[in-house]
């Protein structure tokens, strides 16, 4: 048996937190309703990832951020 890890980078963990390739890596799985939040899970993460690359948020992202967050945790359940 073998074990294979690997370490991502933060750019690396980026581009898998894309929407495209979320809908890629789930375009293989099959459609059920577990993948569907699981993927939406995914979708908000990439979401928050992205909107903590700004220091300072202004209304609107504070907006989108509390939003994703409490979308990831809804699909979370």
């Known amino acids: 048996m073998s074990t294979y890890k690997q370490n991502f980078n933060g750019n690396q963990t980026y581009e898998l937190l894309e929407t495209k390739a979320i809908d890629e890596m789930f375009a293989i799985l099959p459609s059920t309703i577990e993948h569907e939040h699981s993927k939406a899970a995914a ?6 990832q992205s909107l903590c ?3 300072i948020f202004d209304d609107d992202q504070h ?8 979308d990831f945790i809804e699909e979370l359940k």
Do not use: P, R
Not at 43 to 48: A, I, T
Not at 63 to 70: D, G, P, Q, S
């Open 43 to 48: 979708k908000n993460l990439g979401l928050l």
């Open 53 to 55: 690359t700004s220091n």
């Open 63 to 70: 907006l989108a951020f509390e939003t994703a967050l409490n």
